[in-house]
C-alpha cells in the first residue's frame, strides 16, 4: 500500500467482509499504523479494518555443521538484557552460565559460520486499548506501547529469543537494532 487511493481500497474490501492482506515498507507494526493514517486514512475506518500487522526481517542463521557453544561475556549479557527490556526479562528465564552460540566456519558455509536465513516477527494485534488510542490519532510511542502491554514483542526481543535458542547470534541482532 503505497498510495491513499490503494489503502482505501483496501479498507473498504476489509470492512465488507474480506480478509486482506497487503505490505508496506516500515521499520516496526506500530509504525505501520502511522504510515496509513499519514496517508490520509480515517483512523475509525483503519482501526475497525485490521485485525492485526505483522513486521518481519531476515537475519543469518548459524551454520548447524560448525555451531559451538560458547560462554557469554559479560557484554553479551548486559546487550540481552539491555535491548529485550528490564521489565520483560523474567520471560527469558535466563540460566547461569548463559550459553550462546557461534559458527566458526567451514567448508558448508564457505568459512562464514552461517548458513541461510531466520525470520525474525513483530504481531501487533488490534486490541480495544489500541483501537482508542488509533482513534484519537496518538503517537507510534504510545500505540508501541500499548501494544507491548497487549503482548507484542518487538523483533529485536524476537532476534534475542533465537540467539538464546541458537539459531543466530548477537551480531545479527545488532544489526536489526540499529546498535551494531
Known amino acids: ?27 516496526s507494526a506500530p509504525e505501520t499504523i502511522s504510515r496509513l493514517l499519514d496517508l490520509g486514512l480515517d483512523p475509525v475506518n483503519f ?11 531476515l537475519i543469518r542463521t548459524i551454520c548447524p555443521n560448525c ?18 527490556g528490564q521489565e520483560y526479562l523474567e520471560e527469558l ?5 548463559l550459553m550462546l552460540f557461534k559458527g566458526k566456519g567451514c567448508d558448508e558455509c564457505g568459512d562464514t559460520g552461517y548458513r541461510g536465513r531466520t525470520g525474525v ?18 503517537s507510534v510511542h504510545e500505540m508501541k ?9 518487538t523483533l529485536t526481543q524476537d532476534g534475542i529469543l533465537k ?3 541458537g539459531d543466530t547470534d548477537i551480531p545479527q541482532i545488532q544489526i536489526i537494532s540499529g546498535t551494531g
Open 1 to 27: 500500500m503505497r498510495d491513499k487511493e490503494t489503502a482505501h481500497a483496501g479498507i473498504e474490501a476489509s470492512l465488507t467482509g474480506h480478509l486482506v492482506f497487503s505490505t508496506l515498507h516500515t521499520n
Open 47 to 57: 482501526s475497525d479494518a485490521c485485525i492485526g500487522i505483522l513486521a518481519q526481517r
Open 67 to 84: 555451531k559451538e557453544k560458547y560462554p557469554a561475556s559479560e557484554s553479551d549479557i548486559a546487550f540481552i538484557k539491555r535491548q529485550y
Open 93 to 97: 528465564n535466563l540460566p547461569e552460565p
Open 121 to 138: 516477527h513483530e504481531l501487533l494485534a488490534m486490541t480495544g486499548e489500541l483501537r482508542a488510542l488509533v482513534y484519537k490519532e496518538a
Open 145 to 153: 506501547a500499548q501494544a507491548m502491554n497487549d503482548g507484542m514483542r
Open 163 to 165: 540467539v538464546l535458542k
